[in-house]
């Protein structure tokens, strides 16, 4: 699932930084939440607060379906925010204003989904069901933690300090991958930045 998010968003935004931030970031949230999930219910941390008492066993498919839900969640909100810096970066070659420009347009939209999720998902936490409350608790987790510190810092940090190279592909690459459209209008094919 990675590796074709990977190639999507390669193919997509023509920029090997790019995907290559954008896998690592994503598991990046996903690992922090399953780190809350093990902290409250395996070592007690906070799990008293929560109706958790003693360690409690992670049963063996809720990492899976935090996994794919969580991805797609983040994946979503990169793409928004990517799509809007690509969209600047191919009309100014700004890379710096790029990702100000964007940030400043999605910041809010991306605040109030992850807003509307977590309370959706943080009200799975007062279920008496133990695996609906790990569920709960580990995905709204996940959304608070992708949304504010990975979207609206990490992502534009790095992609502020790569500058530039954030757009490089390989020549052979760019021949070789396909010319795909986030926003689905028909242009020629041409490099990022290109005036």
Same mark, same amino acid.
């Given at each position: ?7 999507? /968003?390669?193919?997509?935004? #023509? ?14 949230? /996903? ?21 958790? %008492?003693?360690?409690? *066993? ?7 379906? $935090? ?7 983040? $994946? ?7 799509? #809007? ?31 509307? $999720? ?14 609906? +409350? $790990? ?6 987790? %996940? ?34 991958? *396909? ?5 689905? %209008?028909? +242009?020629? *094919?041409? #490099?990022?930045?290109? +005036?």
């Amino acid at each position: 699932v990675v590796g074709l998010a990977f190639l999507v /968003i390669l193919a997509v935004f #023509r920029g090997l930084l790019v995907a290559v931030k954008a896998a690592v970031l994503n598991v990046l949230s /996903i690992a922090a939440s399953y780190g809350v999930v093990v902290a409250v219910f395996q070592w007690g941390w906070g799990g008293p607060a929560l109706g958790v %008492s003693g360690d409690v *066993p992670i049963e063996s498919y809720v990492p899976m379906m $935090m996994f794919a839900i969580v991805f797609g969640l983040s $994946m979503d909100y990169e793409i928004f925010l990517l799509s #809007r810096i690509h969209e600047a970066w191919v009309r100014t070659g700004d890379p710096r204003a790029s990702v100000a420009h964007a940030l400043e347009i999605t910041a809010r939209v991306i605040t109030c989904a992850a807003l509307i $999720m977590v309370s959706v998902f943080a009200a799975f936490v007062i279920s008496d069901n133990i695996v609906v +409350k $790990m569920l709960g608790l580990g995905l709204a987790a %996940s959304v608070l933690i992708d949304a504010t510190v990975v979207r609206l810092l990490l992502v534009p940090a790095v992609m502020t300090l790569l500058g530039r190279a954030a757009w490089w592909i390989p020549g052979p690459l760019d021949r070789v991958l *396909p010319h795909l459209d986030a926003e689905g %209008s028909a +242009k020629p *094919p041409g #490099r990022a930045g290109a +005036k």
